[in-house]
């Protein structure tokens, strides 16, 4: 009989890929073998299995299929993708995309258990528009996201839109900001106005070009009237739902910041993060917990999109040598070495520097937990090679591993 420790990455993957089915009978026998996993000692195991459950329950409650919008919570005309966007009026470039997105085209991105909370209380607002209406409020309609490039803000707005059922107004930066006096702020009102008289979301993306501090020495007066027209369009929205982000927030008007009911900075992955990041986008590929969690501590620095960019990067590796076991070491060096300033600069120098030192730094980490084992499997050696770099007489240079 074959253990399960020796073919776990199988099981695991047989477990995201069922458990992403949302069918409560496989999810019970996943629990079934959690518990197993766990009353045989193997731990590590079960505590894999324990992460996908958890995921796939916050995932859960963050697709509320339930919600059914109805006119009154949501008014105005149905937005099809046969009507015309407004256009710039000197250079007929567009003011906007229309997006339709689909939930399974547009999933969360992976994001802390705090975040998830408060997107899973803005959602059941919706999901209870009428409970809120008895006390004379309404679900929050103003949303702004903030933070690093990269980081699944964007991805964030297209998933709202999806699982509200909702076309996505996307504001064109090169069609709404004009070099003719007077044009940008006319053209801020005409997206405003398609937006106001559909069923929609209206997203601002780079939302700082337009709502730059008034202040500011650099902008002409032009600026100050921009952000006027903003701030009154804003306040004047009937009703839909308007979405602005943000990579620059302190470049934003003060005045702006209060036309948000919520403001949610979306931070950078954690190291868990890192890990829930790699076990969605890695698949098909096979995998144990030793390489994810390397991967995961390799990538000390990197946003979300830095990773998923990763993964690709990991797949064309592994397409083009067919019939080869992964290397993930390899190809994770291929990456650092097209990505130059990226992540954490220590962790770079370690994963292109000596085999040895890589594998005493990853021993010395205590969340890593690795073993000898472990390291032989990653750097693709017998356990005696292993043995013989940790003890040698050679100096290591001791990188401070942050």
Same mark, same amino acid.
């Given at each position: 009989?074959?253990?399960?420790?020796?073919?776990?990455?199988?099981?695991?993957?047989?477990?995201?890929?069922?458990?992403?089915?949302?069918?409560?009978?496989?999810?019970?026998?996943?629990?079934?073998?959690?518990?197993?996993?766990?009353?045989?000692?193997?731990?590590?195991?079960?505590?894999?299995?324990?992460?996908?459950?958890?995921?796939?329950?916050?995932?859960?409650?963050?697709?509320?299929?339930?919600?059914?919008?109805?006119?009154?919570?949501?008014?105005?005309?149905?937005?099809?993708?046969?009507?015309?966007?407004?256009?710039?009026?000197?250079?007929?470039?567009?003011?906007?995309?229309?997006?339709?997105?689909?939930?399974?085209?547009?999933?969360?991105?992976?994001?802390?258990?705090?975040?998830?909370?408060?997107?899973?209380?803005?959602?059941?607002?919706?999901?209870?528009?009428?409970?809120?209406?008895?006390?004379?409020?309404?679900?929050?309609?103003?949303?702004?996201?903030?933070?690093?490039?990269?980081?699944?803000?964007?991805?964030?707005?297209?998933?709202?839109?999806?699982?509200?059922?909702?076309?996505?107004?996307?504001?064109?930066?090169?069609? +709404?900001?004009?070099?003719?006096? #007077?044009? *940008?702020?006319?053209? !801020?009102?005409? %997206?405003?106005?398609?937006?106001? =008289? $559909?069923?929609?979301?209206?997203?601002?993306?780079?939302?700082?070009?337009?709502?730059?501090?008034?202040?500011?020495?650099?902008?002409?007066?032009?600026?100050?009237?921009?952000?006027?027209?903003?701030?009154?369009?804003?306040?004047?929205?009937?009703?839909?739902?308007?979405?602005?982000?943000?990579?620059?927030?302190?470049?934003?008007?003060?005045?702006?910041?209060?036309?948000?009911?919520?403001?949610?900075?979306?931070?950078?992955?954690?190291?868990?993060?890192?890990?829930?990041?790699?076990?969605?986008?890695?698949?098909?590929?096979?995998?144990?917990?030793?390489?994810?969690?390397? +991967?995961?501590?390799?990538?000390? #620095?990197? *946003?979300?999109?830095? !990773?998923?960019? %990763?993964?690709?990067?990991?797949? =064309? $590796?592994?397409?083009?040598?067919?019939?080869?076991?992964?290397?993930?070491?390899?190809?994770?060096?291929?990456?650092?070495?097209?990505?130059?300033?990226?992540?954490?600069?220590?962790?770079?120098?370690?994963?292109?520097?000596?085999?040895?030192?890589?594998?005493?730094?990853?021993?010395?980490?205590?969340?890593?937990?690795?073993?000898?084992?472990?390291?032989?499997?990653?750097?693709?050696?017998?356990?005696?090679?292993?043995?013989?770099?940790?003890?040698?007489?050679?100096?290591?240079?001791?990188?401070?591993?942050?």
């Amino acid at each position: 009989m074959v253990c399960v420790m020796d073919s776990f990455d199988i099981i695991q993957s047989l477990c995201r890929i069922g458990l992403g089915g949302g069918n409560p009978a496989f999810r019970r026998q996943v629990e079934r073998l959690r518990d197993t996993l766990k009353e045989t000692g193997q731990s590590r195991q079960a505590a894999v299995l324990t992460r996908l459950l958890v995921a796939e329950e916050q995932m859960e409650g963050l697709k509320p299929s339930r919600i059914v919008l109805s006119r009154e919570q949501f008014p105005g005309e149905v937005l099809t993708a046969k009507l015309s966007v407004p256009v710039d009026r000197e250079t007929s470039a567009p003011l906007a995309q229309v997006e339709f997105p689909s939930v399974s085209e547009s999933p969360f991105p992976v994001l802390p258990s705090s975040l998830k909370a408060a997107l899973q209380s803005l959602m059941e607002e919706w999901a209870h528009a009428e409970d809120l209406a008895v006390l004379g409020v309404l679900p929050a309609r103003s949303c702004l996201f903030f933070g690093l490039p990269g980081t699944g803000k964007t991805r964030l707005a297209f998933a709202i839109a999806a699982n509200l059922g909702l076309p996505l107004v996307v504001a064109k930066l090169d069609g +709404l900001v004009s070099s003719f006096l #007077g044009t *940008t702020a006319r053209n !801020i009102a005409n %997206l405003f106005d398609f937006a106001n =008289r $559909y069923r929609c979301i209206l997203l601002l993306d780079e939302f700082d070009a337009l709502a730059k501090v008034r202040d500011d020495p650099q902008e002409v007066g032009e600026i100050k009237r921009v952000v006027n027209t903003l701030l009154q369009n804003l306040d004047a929205r009937p009703h839909g739902m308007t979405i602005a982000i943000t990579n620059h927030p302190d470049l934003l008007d003060t005045a702006v910041w209060r036309r948000f009911e919520i403001r949610i900075e979306v931070p950078p992955p954690t190291t868990e993060d890192r890990v829930d990041i790699f076990e969605r986008y890695l698949p098909p590929l096979t995998f144990d917990e030793s390489t994810v969690r390397f +991967l995961s501590w390799a990538t000390e #620095g990197l *946003t979300g999109a830095d !990773i998923e960019v %990763l993964t690709r990067n990991i797949k =064309r $590796y592994s397409a083009l040598r067919t019939g080869e076991n992964l290397d993930y070491l390899t190809a994770l060096q291929a990456y650092v070495l097209t990505q130059a300033g990226k992540g954490n600069e220590t962790r770079r120098a370690l994963i292109l520097g000596k085999p040895q030192e890589l594998a005493r730094a990853l021993l010395q980490q205590a969340e890593l937990g690795f073993t000898q084992q472990n390291l032989a499997q990653l750097f693709g050696r017998d356990q005696g090679t292993i043995s013989r770099w940790l003890r040698a007489d050679t100096p290591v240079v001791h990188h401070e591993v942050a």
